[in-house]
């Protein structure tokens, strides 16, 4: 009897959690942006623009593990995406303070004023020179082929040349410091500084670590390295001797570009990626207060140049503004052609995000993102459409797929309604001391606040406020990482911080184009690859206990929704108990010995069913128990590698380590 009991409650078990598994899936959705619409709407015919300012926050924590030429790749496929360039910003925060982050940023700066006139002329795809100059066929459809070859010749030869650079950096900042602190004489045991170009000490982390000059330690930096543009078109000069490249019909103006390192100081706990995101969010408010916000890995970078175009067209569509987030799938290239480890995840990506679409919107999985940036300061959606029990209208629920018509509904009424925080929805001391900063939520949230290019004035105040904002002291008694912007104290602060704009009532939108949009590159090893599925358990886990659990609380949230958070849980608690790292050894030991029983265990009324009354064990049934043994045996040996990579304070260690970055690329894997 107890027998048939077990196997009946694991049957339901497993029905029921098929069902919690295909409930949220039952409305998947395909948007496809019209940019064609989009253009007719925003662009005027001499080139300007009424698109929204686009701030692109690109994070980096190591120009070592974080190959510097990536993150250089990734900030010039930005620069050169197809996005008004007087609208559209480009942020790196640069989480080491290193000089050499630095200087990679001032010379891609320059060799951005070749190749992104190069890429308008010829419509070049993909942007970033490395992906494009790999291609093994250039092929160009455009009038001028001859033209063409030599421009790309031309341009090749500037990006070696960069690259060679580049590749110099170290030495060179190496060399320059040795000569100036030569030059000064040092003696034993004075700290031997780290010198710029332009002969002035570093303010950041210097090559050999000092008082008030090491990681963790440090001033914080914020330095423009191209100036907001003009607003008018600016064409490039016409061919000459020494310069064969003929810009004289393209705009050669770039995005504005700024390098952000803020402050590092001991005893300040200081977020990791999180809090680089939340300073960012603070830094560029004062600066270009953009009223969107793109959130992109600096291993990733535009593959699509109207990827920006698509993302805004999302925004901006009808019925859009209680849209909080757009999110792009992950793509990934240097994948394994049989891909062992699943990293491409399609199943994720284009089976659940896009069915979520079709409820309140896929979730945020930390990279590739772009956010209205109102949602991050704590602000309710300006109406509730998303079909939660206390507004039966499940708006869309069923709808077919629909196009994207740009231009019908571009106010955030949220902002105008003034709650008893005048225009702010939480206490003005929640957002910090800077006024700067306060009062530039009002402006991000303006019913219209593109209508006309905000003028951008880097003058040293302005500077100085962007340094103030980003002190290490500055979320002291805050809400930053509560109510407001990244979340804190989790170890998936992306699907935390996307949970709380949904619990609110705000939608998200899923946009899948091609050619992809965003391009990273993939966990190659099984190691890295556990890491990540744990890293993403545990999150789920964490929502779970928190006070908002999707099961009671959080009253706007899509029924269906709620039915693909809590499944997420289901599925990972069995995983993210057993592969918990905080465990101690002996924990890990018996709960082992405990899984693998608990296993064969429930193998046990299946083998004894299939053995029926011939008392003899079908080979099946033995070969079956026998590889599910080896499997557990063989999970419980791994445990103490999925740490990440290089042990539990390894290079690219999440939970534990010093190093923010690698656990936020989140590659899912535990849906089940
Ligand atoms: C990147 O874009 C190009 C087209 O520009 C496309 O051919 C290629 O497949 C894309 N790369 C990936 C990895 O999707
Ligand atoms: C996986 O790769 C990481 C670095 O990419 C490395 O540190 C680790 O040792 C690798 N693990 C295995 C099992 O190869």
Redesign the pocket.
């Known amino acids: 009897m107890w027998l048939w009991v077990t196997s009946i409650a694991g049957e339901f078990w497993f029905g029921f959690s098929w069902l919690l598994d295909q409930l949220p899936k039952l409305n998947p959705i395909n948007r496809v942006p019209d940019l064609a619409v989009l253009r007719q709407r925003f662009d005027r015919a001499d080139g300007t623009s009424r698109l929204p300012g686009l701030d692109i926050f690109v994070t980096t924590a190591d120009p070592f593990k974080e190959p510097i030429l990536s993150t250089a790749n990734s900030v010039l496929s930005i620069l050169a995406a197809d996005y008004p360039v007087e609208r559209n910003t480009c942020y790196l925060s640069d989480d080491s303070g290193m000089l050499l982050t630095y200087e990679a940023m001032a010379e891609a700066a320059k060799f951005a004023t070749v190749w992104v006139p190069f890429c308008r002329k010829h419509g070049i795809?993909?942007r970033g020179p490395e992906?494009y100059f790999e291609l093994k066929s250039h092929p160009y459809m455009g009038r001028s082929q001859e033209d063409f070859v030599n421009d790309r010749r031309r341009v090749r030869k500037e990006y070696d040349e960069f690259k060679a650079r580049i590749n110099g950096l170290e030495h060179d900042i190496k060399q320059r410091s040795d000569a100036h602190n030569a030059a000064r004489g040092l003696k034993d045991g004075e700290p031997r500084a780290t010198w710029m170009a332009d002969g002035t000490q570093w303010e950041g982390t210097w090559v050999e670590p000092s008082e008030n000059h090491r990681k963790g330690d440090h001033a914080g930096i914020v330095q423009v390295l191209v100036n907001h543009p003009s607003h008018s078109r600016q064409f490039g000069p016409p061919a000459s001797a020494d310069n064969p490249l003929d810009f004289s019909m393209v705009d050669v103006r770039l995005p504005m570009l700024v390098y952000v390192s803020r402050e590092k100081r001991p005893g300040f706990n200081h977020e990791k990626k999180a809090g680089a995101m939340n300073a960012l969010t603070r830094c560029s408010a004062v600066l270009t207060n953009s009223p969107f916000i793109l959130n992109l890995d600096c291993d990733h970078y535009i593959?699509?140049s109207q990827a920006l175009r698509a993302g805004i067209c999302f925004m901006l569509g009808r019925d859009s503004d209680t849209v909080a987030f757009v999110q792009f799938p992950q793509?990934f290239?240097g994948v394994d052609p049989t891909d062992l480890y699943a990293n491409h995840n399609r199943i994720f990506f284009d089976g659940t995000l896009r069915a979520l679409d079709g409820m309140q919107g896929p979730i945020y999985v930390g990279t590739g993102c772009l956010f209205r940036r109102v949602t991050l300061y704590g602000f309710d959606p300006p109406r509730i459409n998303v079909g939660g029990p206390c507004f039966p209208s499940l708006g869309g629920m069923f709808a077919k797929a629909r196009y994207e018509k740009p231009g019908l509904e571009m106010t955030t009424k949220a902002a105008v309604a003034k709650g008893k925080h005048g225009f702010l929805p939480l206490p003005r001391k929640a957002y910090g001391k800077s006024e700067a900063f306060v009062d530039s939520i009002p402006r991000a949230s303006h019913p219209s606040p593109f209508a006309a290019a905000a003028a951008v004035v880097a003058d040293e105040a302005t500077i100085s406020e962007a340094v103030a904002v980003t002190t290490a002291a500055y979320e002291k008694k805050t809400g930053w990482g509560s109510n407001i912007g990244w979340v804190y104290g989790t170890v998936t602060e992306d699907v935390v911080t996307g949970y709380r704009m949904h619990i609110k009532g705000w939608r998200s939108r899923y946009c899948s184009i091609y050619?992809?949009a965003f391009?990273g590159t993939a966990p190659i090893n099984l190691t890295e690859r556990l890491y990540q599925v744990l890293r993403w358990s545990t999150g789920s886990l964490e929502i779970f206990f928190s006070r908002n659990n999707p099961l009671l609380g959080s009253t706007f949230l899509h029924p269906l929704q709620r039915v693909a958070y809590i499944n997420i849980i289901g599925s990972a608690v069995a995983f993210a108990k057993v592969l918990d790292g905080e465990w101690t050894h002996w924990l890990k030991v018996a709960g082992g010995v405990f899984f693998n029983f608990w296993v064969l265990f429930h193998l046990y009324p299946f083998a004894k069913g299939l053995l029926g009354r011939h008392g003899k064990t079908p080979v099946v049934v033995l070969v079956w128990w026998a590889f599910t043994f080896v499997i557990t045996a063989v999970l419980y040996i791994n445990i103490p590698h999925i740490h990440g990579p290089g042990g539990k304070h390894g290079a690219h260690g999440g939970r534990h380590s010093s190093h923010h970055h690698a656990g936020n690329s989140l590659h899912f894997t535990v849906w089940p």
Request: glycine content about 0%; cysteine-free.
């Open positions: 795809e993909p992906s593959n699509n793509r290239e050619p992809h391009i």
